[in-house]
Structure formats: structure tokens, C-alpha cells
């Protein structure tokens, strides 16, 4: 594996995922989407021993990532508390995102104004909303 300038890697990471760490499936992210996602969380201390570890974005959303494995990768107490509040906040919301998807009742549903008093409401007088993604944690 070659060595990455954290520095360096931070701000690319910042800059180049931003958009990529906001968004679409964790599991599915790159060691850089996990590291800027790190520094969202303000994290991006620990950048270097997750970069060294490889951890993706598949390592970060796995049930086998477990309190030993993050304890070697965060060892402040405190930082591991605010890491593993966020984790759950990301894994809550892409439950919730799968869930909107998946799920018709979450839909909401308006009905068009009708043109004439008379004219009554139809399936294609029906706008359908989406509810959008969540989001990354934000401090």
C-alpha cells in the first residue's frame, strides 16, 4: 500500500467526496469517502489509522466492525462516543432512505387543484413527492 501525506489527502478528500460522502450507500464508499465523512464528523484526526487500515465504506457499515477494532483505530474514549453516535446516525438514515424507497405508504400523495368545480379528482390529477435522502451528520 503506498503512504498517503494525511494533509494532502485530507483536503483532496474534503474537496474531491464531499458530494460522493453525502451521498448514495455508505457500504459502497472508498477509503477517501470514509475519511471525508470522518472530518464532517470532525474525526479527520484519526484519517491516517483508517487510511492504514483501509477501511471503506463496506468496513464502516459491517457488523463486524466491532468496539475492539474501532478502540485500536480511535483510542480517546471520548472520540470513540461522538464516532460511534454518527455511525448509528449514518446506518439509521440509510435504513430510513432503503425503507422511503421500498415502502409505497411513504409516499405522499397531493391532489391538483381541479380545473372546473364540476371535474372531479382523478388518478392524473395526482402528484407524487418524494421524500429526499438524508443526509450527512452535521455539526
Do not use: Y
Not at 71 to 81: A, N, T
Amino acid at each position: 500500500m503506498e503512504a498517503v501525506d494525511m494533509d494532502t489527502a485530507d483536503s483532496e478528500a474534503a474537496s474531491t467526496t464531499q458530494e460522493s460522502a453525502c451521498s448514495g450507500d455508505p457500504s459502497a464508499w472508498s477509503t477517501l469517502d470514509v475519511i471525508a465523512w470522518l472530518q464532517k464528523c470532525h474525526l479527520g484526526q484519526f484519517a491516517t489509522s483508517f487510511q492504514e487500515n483501509e477501511v471503506d465504506g463496506s468496513v464502516l457499515m459491517s457488523d463486524g466492525f466491532d468496539d475492539n477494532m474501532i478502540k485500536e483505530l480511535i483510542p480517546s474514549f471520548k472520540q470513540r462516543v461522538v464516532f460511534n453516535s454518527e455511525r448509528k446516525k449514518l446506518s439509521q438514515a440509510t435504513r430510513l432512505a432503503v425503507v422511503n424507497a421500498d415502502n409505497a405508504t411513504d409516499v405522499l400523495e397531493i391532489s391538483k387543484p381541479a380545473l372546473e368545480p364540476q371535474m372531479p379528482a382523478t388518478d392524473s390529477n395526482t402528484v407524487h413527492i418524494f421524500q429526499p435522502e438524508a443526509s450527512c451528520p452535521r455539526k
